[in-house]
C-alpha cells in the first residue's frame, strides 16, 4: 500500500503561518487531501489537490503539490486558536477504492 | 442528503469479550465503506475496506473482522478482544461515481479494552 508521512507535531503562534507538510510514495495517485479532526471527533475534509495541480487557495488555506518530490503541505494562513488541531494528510489510490492517511499532525496555536 | 450514523460512540470492554460495532450510511447507494483505527499518538490505520456487499478486503492482519450484510451497513467485529485492540475506531464511506472525490467520516467510537 501506500506509505504517507507527516511530522508529528507543530506549534504556532496566533496571527503566524502553520505549514504542515506531507510525503506520499504512490506517483499514481490522482486526489490528495487534508482533513481535520478536532478532539473526540471524526474527520472533516478541508480541501483537496487534483494531482494535475500545483497549487489550490481557499481563503486561509494554501495547499502546494510538488508532484515530482511526491510531497504535499497545508499552510494556514494567519493562523487562529480554533485551528488546533489533528490534521491529516490523505491520498486515494488510482483505483479509488483506498484512502491512505499520514499519521496526523497536531498543531497548537498559542495565544 | 447523506449521513453516515457509526455506534455507539464509546464502548468499555474486558479483555477476552466480543465485539460489534456498527456503521449505516444514508442517502447514497453502493458506497464504499471503511474502517480505520486511530491509535493513541498515532495516525489513520486502514483496517478494512469493501466496495460491495460481501466484498471485504482487509489491509492487515489482527484480531478483527469485517462484514457487510447490506449495502449500507458496515460491522466491525471481533470474537475475543486484545487489549492492543484500545483506540478510536472510523468508519467512512466515498461514492463511486466520477467525480465523486470525497471521503466521508462517522464520529468514531473510541473502544477501551480494560
Known amino acids: 500500500g501506500e506509505d504517507v508521512e507527516q511530522s508529528l507535531f507543530l506549534s504556532v503562534r496566533e496571527g503566524d503561518s502553520s505549514v504542515i507538510n506531507c510525503t506520499y510514495t504512490?506517483?499514481?495517485?490522482?486526489?490528495l487531501y487534508w482533513y481535520k479532526q478536532e478532539p473526540g471527533a471524526g474527520l472533516q475534509l478541508l480541501t483537496y489537490?487534483?494531482?494535475?495541480?500545483d497549487m489550490k487557495q481557499d481563503q486561509r488555506l494554501t495547499v502546494l503539490l510538488n508532484k515530482k518530490d511526491k510531497h504535499l503541505s497545508l499552510r494556514i494562513a494567519d493562523t487562529q486558536t480554533g485551528d488546533s488541531a489533528i490534521y491529516f494528510c490523505a491520498v486515494a489510490s488510482n483505483t479509488g477504492n483506498q484512502f491512505y492517511f499520514g499519521t496526523g499532525t497536531s498543531l497548537t496555536v498559542i495565544p | 442528503s447523506q449521513t453516515i450514523h457509526q455506534w455507539p460512540a464509546t464502548l468499555v470492554q474486558p479483555v477476552g469479550s466480543p465485539l460489534s460495532l456498527e456503521c449505516t450510511v444514508e442517502?447514497?447507494?453502493?458506497?464504499?465503506l471503511y474502517w480505520y483505527r486511530q491509535a493513541a499518538g498515532r495516525g489513520l490505520q486502514l483496517l478494512f475496506y469493501?466496495?460491495?456487499?460481501?466484498?471485504i478486503s482487509s489491509e492487515v492482519p489482527q484480531n478483527l473482522s469485517a462484514s457487510r450484510p447490506q449495502d449500507r451497513q458496515f460491522i466491525l467485529s471481533s470474537k475475543k478482544l486484545l487489549l492492543s485492540d484500545s483506540g478510536f475506531y472510523l468508519c467512512a464511506w466515498t461514492g463511486t461515481g466520477t467525480g465523486e472525490t470525497e471521503a466521508f467520516f462517522g464520529q468514531g467510537t473510541r473502544l477501551t479494552v480494560v
Open positions: 442517502g447514497t447507494s453502493n458506497p464504499n
Open positions: 504512490d506517483s499514481s495517485s490522482t486526489y
Open positions: 489537490i487534483f494531482s494535475n495541480m
Open positions: 469493501s466496495v460491495g456487499i460481501g466484498q
